[in-house]
């Protein structure tokens, strides 16, 4: 039921957002915020263009769908994140503080949480600014990437010496 009421409310506020900023409230543009929030963590425009076929049986172009993504960031309830030269988004409403490690061999994104670190930053005084939100971004190698670069030099030491 928890789910049922989350899409409820984001549903409302995107109504609300729509009528102040005088955009039409469109059916595809309701599909699209219900198929983002039926998703996840995080998803690109590919991603979601085939999700709404496959599902949804509903078309919408591309061009929609970014027209539409803007209008949900600027009502604040999807995030865009670039992760390299990849553009993903994920829902906001309702999400727990997270952080990301994006690998930047293979550009993996990993979630993880850390409550010292968001007290640091939420406790963090700044100067003529007052913090709503924030993003953490971690860049460095995956365990995977690194076994793997650490197995080719291995490889690669090993052929030298023959």
């Known amino acids: 039921m928890e789910i049922q009421n989350v899409k409820d409310t984001v549903r409302q ?5 729509l009528t102040t900023n005088g ?3 469109t059916p595809e543009r309701y599909a699209i915020l219900e198929t983002i ?13 085939s999700r709404m076929m496959e599902q949804r049986k509903f078309r919408v172009s ?8 803007i209008l949900l960031i600027n009502a604040r309830l999807v995030i ?14 309702n999400r727990e503080t997270h952080h990301h490690q994006i690998c930047t061999q293979c550009g993996k994104v990993t979630e993880f949480q850390n409550g ?17 939100h924030y993003s953490l971004y971690i860049y460095g190698l995956c365990s995977k990437c690194a076994r793997a ?6 490889n690669n030491n090993n052929k030298k010496e023959k």
């Open 13 to 17: 506020i995107f109504t609300e957002y």
């Open 23 to 25: 955009h039409r409230k």
């Open 37 to 49: 929030y039926s998703i996840d963590g995080h998803f690109d425009i590919d991603a979601l263009y």
């Open 62 to 69: 591309r061009a929609t769908l970014y027209n539409t993504i």
């Open 80 to 93: 865009k994140h670039q992760f390299g030269a990849s553009s993903q988004y994920e829902k906001s409403y």
């Open 116 to 132: 010292e670190l968001q007290h640091a930053i939420e406790e963090t005084k700044l100067n003529r600014f007052q913090l709503s």
């Open 149 to 154: 670069n650490k197995r080719k030099k291995i």
